[in-house]
C-alpha cells in the first residue's frame, strides 16, 4: 500500500490552493491560538480525495464541535494531553481522531494501550519545545517497541532532505502499520507557507 502524505499548518489561501494541486492525501489547518500556523482564513473547495484535518490542542468539545462543522473537517488531531474520555466524546460525536504522541527515548508505549479504542489513528511526533512543528526527527527505531495494530502517522522534521532515509523506515517490519508520513516545518519557507517546489518534490517521491 502507498504511503499517503498530509500537509499540516496551512495558513494561506493561495498557499492552500497550490499545495492542493499536488492533490496530498490530507491536509492539516491548525486551530491553536498560541501556533505561528493558527488558521483564521477560509479553507477553499478542495477535492474530496483530499481529508481536511483540524489540529486542536487541550481545546474544549464545543471549540472542536464549532470548528469542525464550519469548516467541514474529516479528521479532529488531539495535540494535548487529552484523556481517553475526551476521545471517547468525540468518537460518540461521530468525528474521526488522531491522537498525538510525543516521542523521545524514554517513551512509555504502555500508555497506547488506554487509547487504543478511542481514536482512529495515532500519530507519532518528536517531543519538543512546541506541540509540533519543532522541525526535528525522533529516532524511529524506538518504534521497534511499538506493538500494537493501530495504524499511525509518522510526524517531525519529514522534508525532501530525509525522503531516503523515511522510504528505508517504511522497509521495517515496525513501520508495517505506518500508513501517512505528516510534513510541516521542513517544507516551509515562513511559518504555514509552504514551498511549492519542496512539497511537490515530496509527494512525487512517494
Known amino acids: 500500500m502507498a504511503i499517503k502524505i ?28 498560541k501556533s505561528p500556523r493558527n488558521f483564521e482564513n477560509n479553507i477553499p473547495n478542495l477535492p474530496k480525495s483530499i481529508k481536511k484535518v483540524g489540529v486542536f490542542v487541550n481545546a474544549s468539545l464545543e471549540d ?25 466524546l468525540l468518537q460518540k460525536n461521530k468525528f474521526k ?7 523521545d527515548k524514554d517513551f512509555n508505549f504502555n500508555q497506547l494501550h488506554y487509547y487504543i479504542n478511542s481514536c482512529n489513528y495515532f500519530l507519532f511526533d518528536t517531543k519538543g519545545t512546541n506541540y509540533g512543528g519543532n522541525g526535528i526527527t525522533f529516532d524511529w527505531s524506538i518504534l521497534e517497541n511499538y506493538h500494537l495494530d493501530k495504524p499511525y502517522f509518522l510526524s517531525g522534521g519529514i522534508g525532501i532532505e530525509n525522503i531516503d532515509e523515511v ?12 500508513i501517512a508520513i505528516d510534513c510541516n ?17 515530496l509527494i512525487n517521491a512517494f
Open 6 to 33: 498530509k500537509i499540516c499548518g496551512m495558513k494561506f489561501l493561495e498557499n492552500i490552493n497550490e499545495i492542493a494541486s499536488f492533490k496530498p492525501d490530507y491536509l492539516g489547518f491548525i486551530f491553536y491560538e
Open 64 to 88: 472542536v464541535r464549532e470548528k469542525v462543522k464550519q469548516y467541514g473537517l474529516d479528521f479532529v488531531q488531539l495535540h494535548g494531553e487529552e484523556s481517553t474520555e475526551f476521545c471517547d
Open 97 to 103: 481522531v488522531i491522537k498525538a504522541f510525543n516521542i
Open 167 to 178: 522510504k528505508s523506515f517504511l522497509t521495517k517490519v515496525y513501520a508495517k502499520n505506518c
Open 185 to 201: 516545518s521542513k517544507l516551509e519557507l515562513s511559518p504555514g507557507f509552504k514551498s511549492t517546489e519542496k512539497t511537490k518534490q
